[in-house]
């Protein structure tokens, strides 16, 4: 039950009589009337019970872009129903119209929009609406909750995107440049052409030059078909605010545009997100589309407070593909967590794959470094240089043991990745 | 894509929402519940037995009450009214008969001012009964007869002598001289002791002058009475020594006793000061209370949410400087100046080798050398800032601090 304004209204014009006519009676008579209205206005107002849901939720959309989500009424009941109703989105899906005013005929549906602004990626979640029905004189209304789940899965906002034109450029780039001058660039044969002048005399294929009157050189192009898996560490060191985004949410960016990259560059391209099990896996050699399948898994991933089980990544790397790959670790150097799991793991897998370790680096640690004023701030710049000093030596070892390792701050890693991934492809590496 | 599936809220019978609704306001209802069940016990409690609290009540069963006294009379075929004003004392009088009343007469408070005691005094005499006053004023004393007037008070003592020819203090010897009654180890009750003087003074107190007053004064009638120590009468003291004979021959000397204890009711109306309601307009109390209501009714409008309240789940995040700044603090803290100095120099040595192309297994010395001759500064100078002794003070750490960022950026201009 729920009452109105107007209902507060008409009692307090009540007391004009209450006090020009003072006594009991006026009293009873007043309370009489207003619970009369009351009880009038409840009995024909329309049954909020009888009200059937429909939800039309978007599939998927990007954090940060508005969408509308629509809730279909359909007054069941044979009175108009009038009043509102609440569609209960928890807070972060940005919700601006929650509460609207409906107006529904007996036996008609209304629709009602309501637009949403997430502002947090994952699954985002309404449980019930809740219907207010109001009587024909709008004092008083049937209140009613009813359970109608209904859920947005905001997919990551992929702003490394940006990077990608100028990336598959460069790949293009070596491609062309592996046909026209480099023979040693890529390893599988692709075609006989023509020579002409400038091309590497080492690259003439005199077996097809004697067959026919010209000379003909091979052409060369960079591996195709190879693998590329990606473990994306959701652990507790994911949970590290770096910036305006979590090391989670950087990782996904730089994984994002890695596999757009390697996909488009004709690599087979395998996503894990482990920390002590699988939380998210992703396959190129499934059908459909890649990257869709990639934001769907990624989207409701969330950092979880347990330490990496790095033992188990190897075993769950085989799950993904048991050949020779390219490996990209996207997780933290952090010292301690690094030194007992990260570096005996790296270099164990670094045996069998081409090992790239991806970290975010601290912005705020190289400022730290540098500010000197106070002696505050040099004990914070000494501890600055220290935690430098571990992340500097762990990579070091990581190197010498043939690991690559791109560590860059959280606006510059995933272009920074696809580099990597570039300069190894260029390098015949993979 | 389907279509969407409709949703109808589930019908829910009358009994699985009762269920719900005590699961949901289940504590709220036992605190609400076992609220009621102590207030009503406390009040019960309070009331039974028709108990009062009142000093000299007979309906108190305390130190400080008169109900052994009373029930006593009563068993002994006295009938005990209890009065409490001056108009039920005279209705009770009247409906009582001539000379058959005994009225004890007692007023803590002095609610009742002298004409109004001569009021009672007269309409006892009138009504041929007798009169006991107890511990009255001085003024209510003097009105009661012309013949009794106050004489002050008493200093506490073991017993009083009768010393008089009243017949109930003949019989009763000697009275306790105070409460408690030395010597018996009841300490809860004390009441005042007040002496009075009268045709006939009895118990006067030791150690005062025989014309001084006593505690019980009577007029020459022998139908008004004033008794100085309600002590005598009281449940904890009625037992000891004459008490009991002096109270019960006072008080039951009659088939009725009218036990007048004065209460607010014996104040006149028109003494009472105005209140509130009176001095304000009589519409304002009604409106008040109808705004009230209205304001209830405010509350509940606004006060209505629009279905139950959502949770949002928040992921944990921590800021990753956190941990910087943390063993900044415990550094400065523990003024752990070597190892702060030996982070800052380590780095920059580390960095000046890659800068002057020395790789990462360089030799500190050597390049303390290769800086010195890129800058061009002594080598004795940078060797005892990258090498010396580690800064005594949080001052040389400081300048120590600022003059390696100098030495790196000159290394780094070159």
């Known amino acids: 039950m729920a009452i109105s304004g107007r209902f507060i209204y008409v009692a307090l014009a009540a007391l004009v009589p ?22 009038a206005d409840l009995l024909l107002a329309a049954s909020p019970q009888k009200v059937a849901l429909q939800r039309d939720i978007p599939q998927g959309v990007r954090l940060g872009e508005p969408c509308t989500a629509t809730l279909r009424l359909a007054n069941e009941s044979p009175r108009v129903l009038r009043g509102e109703a609440k569609d209960g989105w928890q807070p972060s899906a940005g919700a601006a119209n929650a509460l609207q005013k409906v107006s529904i005929r007996p036996g008609e549906r209304a629709a009602l929009s309501v637009a949403l602004t997430p502002t947090r990626r994952g699954d985002l979640f309404t449980h019930h609406v809740t219907v207010c029905s109001f009587g024909p004189l ?18 990551p906002p992929f702003h490394s995107k940006r990077h990608l034109p100028s990336k598959l450029r460069k790949l293009r780039e070596l491609d062309g440049r592996a046909a026209v001058q480099i023979r040693g660039a890529g390893t599988e044969f692709d075609s006989l052409r023509d020579y002409v002048r400038g091309d590497d005399v080492r690259s003439i294929d005199w077996r097809a030059t004697a067959r026919r009157r010209d000379v003909v050189v091979r052409t060369w192009r960079p591996e195709r078909d190879r693998r590329v898996v990606i473990v994306l560490d959701t652990s507790r060191t994911s949970a590290s605010r770096i910036g305006d985004e979590t090391a989670l949410d950087t990782g996904i960016e730089a994984s994002l545009l890695l596999a757009v990259l390697a996909e488009r560059g004709g690599d087979r391209v395998g996503l894990l997100a482990y920390d002590r099990r699988v939380r998210a896996k992703v396959s190129s050699t499934g059908k459909g589309n890649m990257l869709n399948a990639m934001v769907q898994a990624l989207a409701p991933l969330e950092p979880e407070l347990i330490e990496l089980n790095t033992a188990d990544i190897a075993g769950a790397v085989r799950t993904v593909t048991a050949h020779r790959s390219l490996l990209v670790l996207v997780t933290s150097l952090d010292a301690g967590a690094a030194e007992e799991g990260l570096i005996p793991l790296a270099t164990s897998l670094a045996r069998q794959h081409v090992v790239v ?11 730290a470094r540098l500010e000197r004023t106070s002696t505050t701030a040099a004990y914070r710049a000494a501890a600055a240089e220290h935690a430098l ?16 390792v791109v560590d860059a701050p959280p606006q510059e890693l995933p272009p920074a990745l696809a580099d990597t991934y570039i300069r190894l492809k260029a390098a015949g590496r993979l | 894509m389907s279509a969407p599936a409709t949703i109808r809220p589930e019908a829910a019978s009358a009994a699985q929402t009762l269920q719900k609704g005590w699961r949901k306001h289940r504590f709220w209802i036992i605190c609400a519940a076992a609220f009621v069940l102590v207030t009503v016990i406390g009040y019960i409690a309070s009331n039974s037995g028709g108990r009062s609290a009142g000093t ?8 400080a009450g008169a109900q052994a006294a009373a029930t006593i009379l009563a068993d002994r075929g006295v009938s005990v009214e209890e009065s409490g004003s001056l108009a039920q004392t005279q209705d009770l009088l009247a409906v009582q008969g001539h000379g058959a009343s005994t009225v004890l007469f007692y007023d803590p408070n002095s609610y009742l001012g002298p004409d109004r005691v001569e009021e009672l005094a007269g309409s006892v005499r009138s009504a041929g009964g007798k009169l006991v006053a107890v511990a009255p004023g001085p003024l209510a004393a003097g009105a009661l007869s012309p013949e009794i007037a106050s004489a002050g008070t008493a200093a506490e003592s073991a017993t009083v002598q009768a010393g008089c020819s009243h017949p109930d203090a003949v019989a009763a010897e000697t009275i306790d001289g105070g409460t408690p009654a030395p010597g018996t180890g009841a300490t809860a009750a004390t009441t005042p002791l007040l002496l009075f003087k009268g045709a006939q003074t009895c118990f006067i107190p030791g150690g005062m002058p025989t014309g001084g007053g006593g505690f019980l004064a009577s007029n020459s009638a022998g139908d008004i009475t004033a008794l100085g120590n309600p002590g005598v009468v009281i449940n904890q003291n009625l037992a000891s ?18 036990w007048y204890t004065a209460t607010i009711a014996d104040i006149p109306v028109a003494e009472v000061p105005p209140s509130l309601s009176e001095l304000t307009p009589s519409w304002i109390f009604p409106a008040a209370l109808w705004l009230l209501l209205v304001a209830v009714l405010g509350m509940v409008w606004r006060g209505r949410r629009n279905g139950p309240l959502v949770s949002e789940p928040l992921p944990v995040h921590v800021k990753s400087s956190e941990t910087l700044v943390g063993r900044a603090r415990l550094y400065q ?43 061009g500064r002594p080598p004795q100078q940078l060797h005892s800032l990258l090498l010396g002794p580690v800064p005594e003070s949080e001052k ?3 300048s120590m601090a600022v003059e390696l960022t100098a030495l790196e950026e000159d290394v780094a201009r070159r």
């Open chain 1, 138 to 155: 709008g004092m008083a209304a049937r209140q009613r909750t009813i359970q109608a789940p209904g859920v947005l899965r905001v997919l």
């Open chain 1, 357 to 367: 370790v991806a970290s975010v680096r601290d912005p705020a640690m190289d400022a």
């Open chain 2, 241 to 258: 020594r004459g008490n009991a004979a002096l109270a019960l021959r006072l008080l039951g000397s009659e088939p009725n006793l009218i």
């Open chain 2, 396 to 398: 040389q750490l400081l």
């Open chain 1, 389 to 404: 000093n571990r992340r500097a030596a762990i990579t070091a070892v990581l190197q010498q043991a043939g690991v690559e």
């Open chain 2, 333 to 375: 803290d523990a003024r752990a100046i070597d190892t702060a100095a030996a982070a800052l120099r380590q780095a920059t040595l580390t960095r000046l080798a890659r800068q002057l192309r020395l790789g990462l297994a360089a030799d500190p010395a050597a390049v303390v050398q290769a800086a010195a001759a890129a800058t």
């Open chain 2, 56 to 63: 000299l009540s007979i309906s108190n069963p305390a130190p």
């Open chain 1, 18 to 39: 209450i006090i020009a006519l003072p006594g009991a009676l006026t009293w009873l008579l007043c309370l009489g009337i207003l619970a009369a209205l009351l009880a």
